[in-house]
Structure formats: C-alpha cells, structure tokens
C-alpha cells in the first residue's frame, strides 16, 4: 500500500469516526426526552417494573413520553412526601420543646386553646407529639416513617408484639398504608397471645375480654372524672388573686 493510500486511509477513517460522532450528538439533541428516561430508569428500576405490570396489556409501556412522565410525577411526589414527613417530624418536635418549658396548668390550657393558636386541633397535637417521640426514641426510624401522619401515628399505637409482627412482615416502611397497619392491629393481638384460625371465633373468651375491658373503662372513667375535677380546683386556686387578697388553701 503506498503512503498515499495510507494517508487517504487514515484520513477517510478519521472523517468516517467525525461523522458518527456528529450523527449520535444529533440523536441526542434531537430526543433528550430518551435520555432522561434512561437516567429516571436506572434510578428507580423498580418503578419500571411496577409500571410493565401494572399497564399490561395496553401500549403505555412502550410510550416513552408517558412512562417518562409517570417516574417524573413519581420522583416530585416522593420529594414532597418526604418534605411533609419532615414537617410533622418538626412540628412534633417543637410541640415537645414548648411543653417542657411550661407548668403543668399552662400545657393543658395550651392544649385546651390549641385551635386558637394553631392550625391544627388538639388531637392531631398529639399525634405529631407521639410520632416525633416515637422517631427520636428509636421506636420507628426516621428513614422508615410514612409521609402521612396519620398512617404514623397508627404505627405508634402497635404494642411491642404487634411492632415485632410488623417488622417480620415488613411493614415499617415509608410506603406503607394506614390500612395495612390497621388490619395488622385488627389480627394481631395486642398482648401477643396467639390469635385464633380464621373464621373460627372463641365466642367464650371474647365475651371474657369484652367484660374485662368494660370494668377497665368503667375505672378508667372514674379515675378520669377524679383528675378532671382535681384539676379544675388546681385552676381555681392558681387563678390571679383579686385585690390583693390572699385565699387560704384549704386542706388537702
């Protein structure tokens, strides 16, 4: 081969690998749509999967342009799900910072005015005050919290057995449903006592329990009506004195 022919060669190879490398830039400028479905792709493969399945049988997975729309509304929704985790966690947090700088008689008068200063009532206070103690107490992890609060705040309401069940049947997960957990609480006893086969009913020991808990709520509506009273002379007594004058406490 003489040395033009190799210089021709090599030329022709290097103008050949120029225009492959201009055809591909093309491409690529022409679908970046392509690209991002790629990248959203292997990110999230089993968003993917769970697409195939969930649209099979009709053309959506071999739209481009609607899967890649799908991952990116999947994508923004997690992020905000995270965000609104994050929110209550915070909210319950500084809930719990308020209550240790006030008396007794000024968190249950804040509790009693929560709607007035909040915009959220008492109730849902509570809950967000359970959730972040909760979290911080190792009780839930905070990457395995759900976004809603109320599917949380349900998790927190599981005894020790029914935690353990949940953790074996994987169910302290960010993802996971408020009805998921509520028939967890449903099937699994909550003293951990093995639960009955299912469709077969002991009507005997139910009715024991029912008995039970009735006693347990008839002493628990006494002791209540007990601390509310208590707390209602407590409030008397600690009320600004008038004019100046003293009252006397009167004897325990």
């Known amino acids: 081969m003489s040395a033009v022919m190799g210089k021709r060669s090599k030329a022709a190879l290097k103008a050949?690998?120029?225009?492959?490398?201009?055809?591909?830039?093309?491409?690529?400028?022409?679908?970046?749509r392509a690209t991002e479905l790629r990248s959203l792709g292997v990110e999230d493969p089993a968003a993917l999967a769970a697409i195939r399945e969930i649209f099979?049988?009709?053309?959506l997975p071999d739209?481009?342009?609607?899967?890649?729309?799908?991952?990116?509304?999947?994508?923004?929704?997690?992020?905000?799900?995270?965000?609104?985790?994050?929110?209550?966690?915070?909210?319950?947090?500084?809930?719990?910072a308020l209550?240790?700088?006030?008396?007794?008689v000024e968190f249950a008068k804040l509790r009693h005015g929560t709607e007035r200063l909040f915009p959220f009532?008492?109730?849902?206070?509570?809950?967000?005050?359970?959730?972040?103690?909760?979290?911080?107490?190792g009780r839930i992890p905070a990457e395995a919290c759900p976004g809603s609060y109320g599917t949380a705040y349900q998790i927190t309401l599981l005894t020790e057995s029914q935690l353990r069940v949940a953790w074996e049947k994987g169910l302290i997960r960010s993802d996971v449903t408020r009805r998921e957990?509520?028939?967890?609480?449903?099937?699994?006893?909550?003293?951990?006592?093995?639960?009955?086969?299912?469709?077969?009913?002991?009507?005997?020991?139910?009715?024991?329990?029912?008995?039970?808990?009735g006693e347990r709520r008839a002493r628990l509506a006494e002791e209540l009506a007990a601390v509310e009273c208590r707390i209602h002379q407590l409030d008397e007594l600690l009320s600004p004195v008038i004019d100046g004058e003293v009252e006397m406490l009167p004897e325990a």
């Open 121 to 137: 009532s008492d109730a849902t206070a509570t809950q967000f005050r359970q959730i972040a103690r909760a979290v911080d107490g």
């Open 99 to 104: 209550e240790h700088v006030l008396t007794k």
């Open 181 to 213: 957990i509520m028939q967890l609480r449903r099937e699994v006893p909550a003293n951990g006592a093995e639960a009955p086969p299912p469709g077969r009913l002991d009507r005997t020991r139910l009715r024991e329990e029912r008995a039970r808990l």
């Open 56 to 59: 099979a049988g009709t053309g």
């Open 16 to 32: 050949f690998l120029s225009a492959e490398d201009d055809a591909e830039g093309e491409v690529l400028a022409v679908d970046p």
């Open 63 to 96: 739209d481009q342009e609607k899967v890649r729309r799908i991952l990116r509304t999947r994508s923004e929704i997690q992020k905000e799900w995270g965000d609104a985790r994050d929110s209550f966690l915070a909210i319950g947090r500084a809930l719990i």
